[in-house]
């Protein structure tokens, strides 16, 4: 199997998965998934038919697996990468960009967005100020970057945390053949003020030996939006 250094970066920006309900903002049932980083490399070589995986192979796969039964999630074009209704944000920096006014409760209720409960995206993502900058990162690994495209799928009132693993499970060993064996799952282990996620860490536990599902603390396994708004445990 070849794969070029975009590839293999793109590959690893979908091989992790966190699924997380907001918590804050009183938009009851609203839940998503989100694809993020997994460095190392994964691959199986036990394929007998190599396989070249372009940057537009690996994104129209993504895309086309989502987007098929029984999955139903409905595709959304990638957002500019200078958001054109959103003053909080100098460059669109994460998938979830365009889908803020739903997490916050905002959303038109004459907009195509209200009525989304499944959509898979690939989103063109600019890192370079803010709280999600990756700069100190740039240069020393593989993985972070500057400018790169964030592939995504997300539920909103819809499926949650065993579906969205179930999924990513299913895409990462049976579509992009990675190796399972070489695969880890974190979970948030809890704090002083909030429960340990161990809905998440069970559900992995169906895939995974106990040894590959890993306790991680709020700085790795629990998402924020920001100072306020949407929040909860997340899994990778």
Known sequence: MKLSNSVLNMLMAIAAVRAFRPVSTGN???????????????????????IVWTTEKVRNT???????????????????????????????????????????????????????????????????????????DVGRDTYHHTFFEMLGTWSFGDYFKEEAIAYAWDILTNVYKLDPERMYATYFQGSDSLE?????????????????????????????????????????
Not at 34 to 47: C, M, Q, V
Not at 78 to 85: D, I, Q, T, Y
């Open 28 to 50: 009851k049932g609203r839940n998503a998934l989100l694809l993020n980083r997994w460095p190392g490399k994964l691959f199986s070589t036990s394929e007998k038919k190599e």
């Open 196 to 236: 340990p996620d161990y809905e998440a860490r069970d559900f992995w536990l169906k895939y995974l030996p106990e040894e590959r599902v890993i306790g991680c603390d709020a700085k790795d396994n629990f998402w924020e939006m920001g100072a306020t708004g949407p929040c909860g445990p997340c899994t990778e």
């Open 62 to 136: 993504f895309i086309e697996f989502f987007e098929q039964e029984p999955r139903n999630h409905k595709f959304q074009p990638s957002s500019a990468c200078a958001p054109l209704n959103d003053p909080t944000l100098l460059f669109t920096n994460a998938g979830m960009n365009q889908f803020k006014p739903i997490f916050l409760g905002q959303v038109d209720p004459n907009s195509p967005l209200a009525s989304l409960e499944r959509a898979v995206n690939s989103q063109k993502c600019i890192r370079a100020g803010g709280k999600h900058n990756d700069l100190e």
